[in-house]
């Protein structure tokens, strides 16, 4: 079976992983991070061969339960739910449709009476998902709360790193946009920093979070001065609707000074590459030229990886659920 | 003259922050006043242990002073009786040691009516165990754009005005309402706090609230309401007291007021005092509070503001919530704690690690709030009403919110290891809590 090849893998330490949840970046070690990036990698190449499907999670549950409404990471996750050979289904909570709160954790108990293993959620509220992993028995993986985290966010970014520069302890790399908003951008600070980065953060101070530069990042306001000398150059996500509450004053003027044009790049280090989460603001926080190049943007490789990553955070979850052993000895 | 009226409290530390007293001694009341108070009542030295014509109780060394005044206590009577009603409010209170509760008009409706007024004062007779005084709205509805009929207000048994957790955003209308106040020599007592500034905020503003995820209440949106407040009462001479103080920069506001001579109060809670915004830890909504827990700086700030006397009062700041409330997404959930239970042991706090004279912290639990209301209690001078408070100082235990009197049990102090508890509570002469012997209580020091 095509499982087999991951106990093969050498780099794959399976000992130390043991963590019930994945609910942020906070709370694993290095030897965790090693272990879950060195996993996505036989991931990787998996999802390059014909036949992509594995029976690793043959039986399993995962829900992926999104109170936040997400194409891409949603897909992403049932794609790698699938490709495990989990029973995967989706359910979409609309938070406005809904009264807040008492749903979560109604809903939480609601799903966990149908004894789901997996539970991907994401919500608007920072905290939501750790609230969540309270009340169930089943693994949660946490797809973003609010302005807190985005672990496999962050693990894909540096995935996506590792592969196209190598180590990544040493690299120069700047986080640009709109970071007080971004759980992207938190996820990242706290594991490229544990992988040995050199981070900046680029963005006026009515988009940075008060204090950011005690997160362990040099903090820039000017692009051009950011951007010296960087290997890699992760854009973020400038949602319009910020606009309307006076953090930027227009999205012409957030363009001319913190959009991501060759003239802006040509500060970083030649060679830099450049990344973003999706979904892009074209004209907004990057400029088309950029994001189509190819020897330039790494965009849809983070999608490839984002498969992986999630793959391998699922099987690595897996081998810890409670019942992990019972059904070894079945088998 | 003498009758079974008589109850004589014996073998007492008497503390009486008022005077400074701190003796042991003995107390005599009558009725529902004091009647007798000093060292040697009993000149032989050996009181009574019984008595056909007192009925004598044992202080067994215990500390006996006037009962505590609480200035900030929300309660759900009317509207929101699942969280608390006067009734367990005032058991609360009795539990705590605390003899007179002044509610906040944050009901529903809310207390800007003076039937309303008179509904509290005939519900907390009827079904309360300790004193209550209402305040009434500074504004009607608390909307923030009428005032409220206070000479009516007061003549009905308001003992003064606050928009509870509202504050009053119009800086026209809060100079009509010191101006305005003052016809009546009303207190205005104000939550400072610029909503456009606190916004939609969780938690306070600083690298840990960036690290959560979590909007911040930056200090500055309580420090520039203060600010605008003296200069208004600079302005109109009222009769001012802030209802909460948080930070370290409203603390200096404050303290230049007075320095100036206005006449200007504040109060900072139990909770301001001992917590910091770390302990929201990882997420926990209980130590979601209006305004927030701040730095450490601040923490230690409101401490010495305590001791240098530019802080005045203590208060619990009691708001019940209700699990459906608080058992939410941190950013969703709502803010308050109940504290009557613990106001005392957490304020006690303070004098235990030295910072503060015993004397100082219930002076700001008692005399001082007295003072400020203009109530007849808060001291122990015969004639005085006899609300006292018998106070076992230095027994360590570690709190349980389980033992909560309180409705709701929204506690951020649960499993504290605290120091000093009331063990006797008298209100108007007649003991309305006693503690169960130590042995049978479950949250006894393990």
């Known amino acids: ?331 | 003259m003498i009758t079974p009226d008589q109850i004589a409290y014996i073998n007492a530390r008497l503390v009486d922050p008022a005077t400074g007293l701190d003796t042991p001694g003995a107390l005599i009341t009558f009725g529902n006043e004091i009647q007798a108070v000093g060292p040697d009542l009993f000149p032989s030295g050996d009181a009574p242990l019984s008595s056909d014509q007192f009925q004598v109780i044992d202080c067994r060394g215990h500390v006996l002073c006037p009962g505590l005044i609480d200035m900030r206590v929300f309660v759900g009577e009317h509207g929101a009786e699942h969280k608390e009603t006067l009734a367990t409010a005032s058991q609360a209170a009795a539990a705590g040691g605390v003899t007179s509760i002044i509610v906040m008009p944050n009901t529903d409706p809310v207390i800007d009516d003076a039937s309303l007024v008179d509904f509290i004062k005939r519900r907390s007779r009827d079904t309360a165990i300790v004193n209550v005084y209402p305040m009434a709205a500074l504004t009607k509805g608390l909307e923030g754009t009428r005032l409220t009929e206070m000479g009516l207000l007061k003549e009905a048994g308001a003992i003064a005005f606050t928009d509870g957790l509202c504050s009053v955003t119009n800086s026209w209308l809060m100079r009509q309402a010191l101006s305005y106040a003052g016809t009546f020599g009303a207190l205005v007592v104000h939550h400072a706090e610029d909503p456009s500034l606190s916004l939609d905020g969780a938690m306070n503003e600083g690298e840990f609230a960036s690290r959560l995820g979590l909007a911040g209440i930056p200090t500055a949106a309580e420090t520039i309401m203060v600010e605008r407040d003296m200069a208004l009462v600079e302005l109109t001479k009222g009769r001012y007291h802030l209802s909460q103080i948080s930070c370290a920069a409203s603390l200096r506001v404050i303290e230049q007021a007075k320095e100036r001579g206005l006449d200007v109060t504040c109060a900072v809670s139990a909770h301001h005092l001992a917590l910091n915004e770390l302990d929201v830890g990882d997420y926990r909504t209980f130590f979601k509070t209006n305004p927030p827990l701040r730095a450490e700086e601040d923490r230690r700030a409101m401490v010495e503001g305590l001791k240098n006397g530019v802080i005045d009062i203590i208060v619990s700041g009691h708001d019940p919530q209700a699990p459906e409330n608080k058992r939410l997404p941190f950013a969703n959930a709502s803010s308050g704690c109940v504290g009557l239970e613990t106001l005392l042991p957490v304020s006690l706090e303070h004098y235990h690690n030295g910072h503060v004279d015993l004397s100082q912290v219930l002076h700001a639990l008692t005399c001082a709030p007295a003072e400020r209301l203009g109530l007849p209690s808060g001291h122990l001078a015969p004639g005085a009403p006899a609300d006292l408070a018998l106070i076992d100082l230095d027994t360590p235990y570690v709190f349980n919110a389980a033992s909560l009197k309180s409705r709701s049990k929204n506690t951020p102090f649960d499993e504290r290891r605290l120091q000093g508890r009331v063990v006797r509570t008298i209100v108007g002469g007649k003991t309305v809590f006693e503690r169960a012997a130590v042995s049978a209580d479950s949250s006894e020091a393990r």
């Not at chain 1, 036949?51 to 049932?78: H, M, P, V, W």
């Not at chain 1, 797809?143 to 966010?153: I, V």
């Not at chain 1, 996500?237 to 012409?252: A, G």
């Open chain 1, 1 to 331: 079976m095509s499982a087999t090849h991951i106990t093969s893998s050498p780099t794959v330490n399976t000992a130390s992983f043991s963590a019930r949840h994945l609910l942020g970046i906070e709370g694993l070690c290095l030897e965790d991070i090693q272990f879950l990036l060195a996993l996505a990698d036989t991931y990787v190449e998996l999802n390059r061969q014909v036949d992509k499907k594995s029976a690793l999670l043959r039986g399993r549950t995962q829900i992926n339960l999104f109170f936040e409404s997400s194409t891409r990471t949603q897909s992403s996750f049932e794609l790698a739910g699938k490709r495990l050979g989990a029973d995967v289904l989706n359910m979409s909570v609309g938070t406005s449709s809904v009264k807040k709160g008492e749903t979560l954790i109604d809903t939480a108990m609601t799903l966990n009476a149908m004894r789901p293993d997996m539970l991907v959620v994401r919500h608007d509220a920072s905290g939501a998902v750790e609230l969540l992993s309270q009340k169930v028995d089943c693994a949660v993986i946490n797809a973003g709360d609010g302005a807190h985290e985005h672990p496999t966010q962050a693990l894909l970014d540096a995935l996506t790193i590792r592969r196209h520069l190598g180590d990544i302890a040493g690299l120069r790399i700047a986080i640009c946009g709109d970071i007080l908003h971004s759980r992207v951008a938190r996820s990242n600070i706290l594991l490229l920093n544990m992988l040995g980065a050199e981070l900046r953060i680029i963005a006026p101070p009515t988009l940075l979070p008060p204090h950011a530069a005690n997160m362990g990042v040099d903090v820039f306001h000017n692009m051009a001065e950011g951007l010296h000398n960087c290997d890699v150059v992760m854009m973020l996500r400038l949602q319009v609707e910020r606009m309307s509450v006076s953090l930027v004053p227009s999205t012409r003027e957030y363009f001319h000074h913190y959009g991501l044009d060759r003239i802006k790049l040509r500060n970083a280090n030649a060679g830099a590459k450049v990344m973003h989460p999706g979904p892009m603001n074209r004209g907004v926080e990057i400029d088309s030229a950029i994001a189509d190049d190819p020897s330039i943007s790494l965009i849809q490789d983070q999608v490839e990886m984002g498969v992986a990553v999630r793959m391998a955070v699922l099987d690595a979850l897996s081998r810890n659920l409670s019942n992990a052993r019972e059904r070894k000895v079945k088998e």
